[in-house]
């Protein structure tokens, strides 16, 4: 059997590309039944974010018919042409566009696509976890849809898992690479969490409407607003339900801070925090730390406030550098994810095989051959000369014994496989194992 | 005993490896088998103590080498404590070693070194003699007592190092590997604050009871004894400590730096004073 995935990202592909081939979950529920088609594909999977768009599939259930019980080359570049045809008629594209634009993978190199994309390895920004619940949103489509079979299922799940443990195992996740995010992360890197903690913006602006919007998220008790125009702080402080204060009372309100965002204009040198400000709000709260994070350009917060013991400052410049060295970091614990999905990756194809019963069918096939054939060798100088048609009734006939004999084993074993059932399945492998054989062929022989 | 103290320090070096382990690798698998050998070598350790007490018949409080292992086994409570209230990441990187290092020392140093000799001096019929006679119950709790705050000054330090680790970092606003891995400075100060609370306490109780031992023993409350100065220095500093924090609203770099400076004296009060002789020699 193979697995196959086609798709396109943002490194791969443009937005303008992208969104030509993106799927809305309605279309990609139809589209999922097109796609299986049992004949070339058994399995199917859309993934469609903004970022990506891909299609995975498993085909070739039913190789082991062949004998071989190994996929065949051709089968697998018939299941690629499909999901190419795929891509292209269900948007009417020219499939020029899939030829410069996409990428494909097969087999080992799917199922490590699919592990590095579940793990946030294959993201643009590297280590955020939205992309596996992105993949899990796609995996209940497929469900529902019922083009999720035997392979997908494993396939994914071993995929959620190998996720898990790289967001365990790795700092891939654990720092902050947004300014917003970088600022809460650092206050909690003081305050433990900021439940209960009070939060006083300076500037009703965009930044200070996002740093709110993170800050309430992460628990913030109470958030005070101040703005020279009394009425955005007042809109702004509607929309958080906090409480805008007087752009004159500050000085009173900054003791009750335990993190101050300022964002609002200022003339260079002509701090709206003053130092003398800063250390008379300390005092006033019993040297109980303040975090000042000063986004504003020229600076707001004078920066030797940060000279005090108890008083941390950060500037827009400071969060871009701690920024820059999550990203450093991110990319340096991605190299360890790397390796947690190679090992994964051996893994699943060991698994893989165990699932695929066809090398198995093959070889109980060969084994019941190979008595027959002993046998007909022994027999055959007793046999006296033959014509050369007369062997080849003899040989004919010893085949069609073979498949009669092998022929309702075989398919009480590929039954007892597909329906889950796997004790019966080696009941009937030990029944043919070698051994077995053997203790047959001797018995007989006697 | 060997044997027991032997296995119980095995389980933790394993403990100390394992802590190590996740915190490189931050697998909180590989820190829960540190903490299940935390666990069973402080059972043995217990066992161990009980044990040795039942065969030599008098308490463990006699010897240096008891007095090692039973701040080990303090100290092992203290972090069983801290981490029962707080989330406390990286504090078993700092606390595990010293615990495994005391273990060692205790086995190594010699039966019988650091005996009491000036505490029995004069009593006939020795170190018998201090588990008889009046008041001769207060011994072990002036100890006991005395173990405990030294383990909590011991956690003072570690969360004041620490805090100045931390610290240095987000003002310096250069951070290592170290810093996405410790607690936030908040909590470090809180335990601080609290350890230093208990360890005071205890030392307070511990003074006392001493106090009234030796007064029951020979009239005599004070001594002069280096042992007995630097006991009362090291109190001293943590009464400014807590009293600063309470009435001044002490905190941050000052108070981490008193806690550090507080355990310097602890250690000379511990070990330095066995040195300089005394009615203490050693205890």
């Known amino acids: 059997m193979s697995i196959i995935l086609v798709g396109f990202n943002h490194k791969t592909a443009p937005i303008e590309v992208r969104e030509r081939f993106a799927f809305t979950d309605e279309r990609a529920r139809a589209s999922l039944q097109t796609l299986v088609d049992n004949e070339k594909i058994n399995e199917g999977l859309i993934i469609s974010t903004c970022n990506r768009v891909e299609v995975l599939a498993a085909l070739g259930h039913d190789d082991e018919r062949l004998g071989s019980g190994t996929k065949t080359e051709e089968g697998t570049a018939e299941g690629v042409h499909h999901i190419n045809r795929f891509f292209s008629s269900q948007h009417q594209a020219d499939p020029a566009l899939l030829r ?9 190199k799917a199922v490590r696509h699919v592990f590095r994309v579940a793990s946030s390895l294959d993201s643009m920004v590297v280590g955020e976890p939205q992309v596996l619940g992105q993949m899990r949103h796609a995996y209940s489509l497929a469900v529902a849809a019922g083009t999720a079979g035997r392979v997908l299922h494993r396939l994914v799940h071993h995929a959620f898992r190998v996720a898990k443990r790289v967001r365990n195992e790795t700092g891939i996740a654990s720092s902050a690479v947004s300014i917003s995010y970088t600022a809460v992360e650092l206050g909690k890197k003081i305050f433990d969490s900021l439940e209960g903690h009070t939060i006083l913006l300076v500037g009703a602006g965009e930044m200070a409407e996002l740093a709110a919007k993170h800050l309430v998220n992460a628990g913030a008790k109470k958030i005070l607003i101040a703005n020279r125009t009394y009425s955005a702080a007042q809109a702004l402080a509607d929309k958080f339900s906090g409480e805008a204060i007087e752009f004159s009372t500050l000085n009173h309100y900054l003791r009750e801070a335990d993190i101050v965002i300022c964002s609002t204009g200022a003339t260079e040198g002509n701090y709206v925090i003053t130092k003398q400000m800063a250390q008379q709000a300390l005092s006033a709260r019993r040297n109980r730390q303040i975090f000042f994070i000063d986004i504003s350009v020229p600076r707001n917060v ?63 096939r060969q084994r019941i051959q190979s008595i027959v054939e002993a046998e007909f060798a022994r027999y055959r100088r007793r046999l006296g000369p033959l014509t050369p048609e007369q062997e080849k009734i003899i040989e004919s006939m010893l085949d069609s014994i073979t498949k009669k004999v092998a022929h309702p084993v075989i398919s009480r074993l590929r039954e007892s496989y597909q329906s889950g059932d796997t004790q019966t399945t080696q009941a009937w492998l030990n029944l043919f194992s070698v051994e077995e054989m053997e203790e047959i062929l001797r018995k007989t022989g006697s | 005993m060997k044997v027991l103290l032997f296995t119980a320090l095995l389980a933790y070096i394993v403990a100390v490896v394992y802590a190590l382990f996740s915190f490189l690798r931050r697998q909180q698998k590989l820190g829960n088998i540190s903490l299940v050998a935390l666990i069973c070598g402080f059972v043995v350790h217990t066992l161990a103590l009980i044990l040795d007490a039942q065969q030599s018949k008098h308490l463990p409080f006699f010897q240096l080498r008891e007095i090692f292992s039973l701040l080990a086994w303090a100290l092992v409570i203290a972090y069983f ?111 601080s604050m609290t350890a230093a609370g208990l360890g005071f306490t205890f030392l307070t109780l511990g003074i006392a009871a ?74």
């Not at chain 1, 410069?100 to 080992?108: A, P, Q």
């Not at chain 2, 020979?218 to 002069?224: A, C, L, T």
């Not at chain 2, 609203?249 to 004296?265: D, N, Q, S």
């Not at chain 2, 004073?273 to 203490?280: A, E, K, S």
Request: aromatic share 12%; charged share 20%; glycine share 8%.
């Open chain 1, 100 to 108: 410069d634009y996409s990428y494909t993978h097969v087999d080992e």
């Open chain 1, 302 to 364: 004078d920066p030797a406030i940060g000279d005090i013991d108890n008083l941390f400052v950060f500037d827009i410049d400071d969060l871009e550098s701690v920024v820059a060295s999550n990203i450093r970091e991110r990319k340096h614990e991605a190299q360890r994810a790397e390796l947690i999905v190679e090992a994964e990756v051996a893994q699943f194809q060991q698994a893989l095989n165990t699932l695929n019963i066809g090398p198995t069918v093959g070889a109980l």
């Open chain 2, 81 to 191: 404590l801290a981490s029962r209230y707080y989330r406390i990441q990286a504090f078993e990187i700092f606390l595990l070693p010293v615990i495994a290092i005391l273990l060692f020392l205790s086995m190594i140093t010699p039966e019988g070194d650091g005996i009491m000799s000036a505490a029995t001096h004069g009593l006939p019929g020795g170190r018998v003699a201090l588990l008889d006679g009046a008041g001769a119950w207060i011994f072990p709790v002036h100890i006991t007592l005395l173990i405990f705050s030294y383990a909590s000054f011991f956690v003072v330090f570690i969360t004041s190092v620490m805090y100045l680790l931390q610290e240095r970092e987000l003002k310096t606003k250069t951070f290592g590997t170290i810093f996405h891995r410790l607690p936030s400075l908040t909590t470090v100060d809180d335990i």
């Open chain 2, 210 to 283: 001493g106090m009234l031992w030796a007064s029951t023993r020979d009239g005599r409350v004070w001594h002069n004894d280096p042992k007995e100065i630097f006991a009362i220095l090291t109190w001293a500093l943590y009464m400014i400590l807590i009293h600063s924090r309470y009435v001044g609203g002490w905190r941050g770099r000052k108070a981490a730096w008193f806690g550090i400076a507080g355990f310097a004296l602890v250690l000379c009060t511990f070990l330095g004073t066995r040195l300089m002789g005394g009615y203490h020699v050693f205890g």
